[in-house]
């Protein structure tokens, strides 16, 4: 069984204990996510299932289950590049920390990072004390991967 495989039926799992259903389409665009392993539009998760399943998603119905699936905390919106990327511990059953994105600005890939509360509680403070407040702790850092870090040098 693939990798790909195991983290789906997770998935559904998650779901189903939940009282929600992971369908075909939903599991398409979640695979995308999981394959690509880097950031992806509406419009190019309508690529990947027409390339990769022969199937026409409108892009409509794209960003629905992209908002179902965020509801189920498999996939995460990525604010800036208006972009979604899957759950890096959908197979986990732990508590995890806060989690932040690091985006690397040539090739979009993303690792899924997670920092301790205190640091978001700082700076939620500090937010607070500035007369702001944090509408969200997600942190998304523009960065280079290693891979494109090496092939600048």
Do not use: W
């Not at 059953?93 to 985006?103: C, N, R, Y």
């Not at 993303?110 to 702790?137: C, F, P, R, W």
């Amino acid at each position: 069984m693939s990798i790909v495989s195991k983290v789906l039926d997770r998935a559904e799992e998650k779901c189903k204990a939940k009282g929600a259903r992971l369908t075909e389409k939903r599991k398409h665009i979640l695979s995308g996510l999981i394959k690509t392993q880097k950031a992806l539009s509406a419009y190019e998760l309508v690529e990947y299932c027409r390339s990769e399943f022969d199937e026409v998603i409108p892009p409509m119905s794209v960003y629905r289950i992209l908002d179902f699936l965020a509801g189920e905390n498999l996939v995460h919106k990525l604010q800036l590049a208006n972009k979604y990327v899957a759950c890096s511990h959908i197979s986990c059953d732990h508590a995890h920390e806060i989690p932040q994105f690091l985006i690397c600005a040539e090739c979009n890939s993303v690792k899924e990072i997670g920092i301790k509360k205190t640091m978001i509680d700082t700076l939620k403070h500090n937010i607070e004390q500035a007369g702001y407040q944090l509408k969200s702790s997600q942190l998304e850092l523009h960065c280079l991967c290693q891979d494109c870090a090496s092939r600048a040098a």
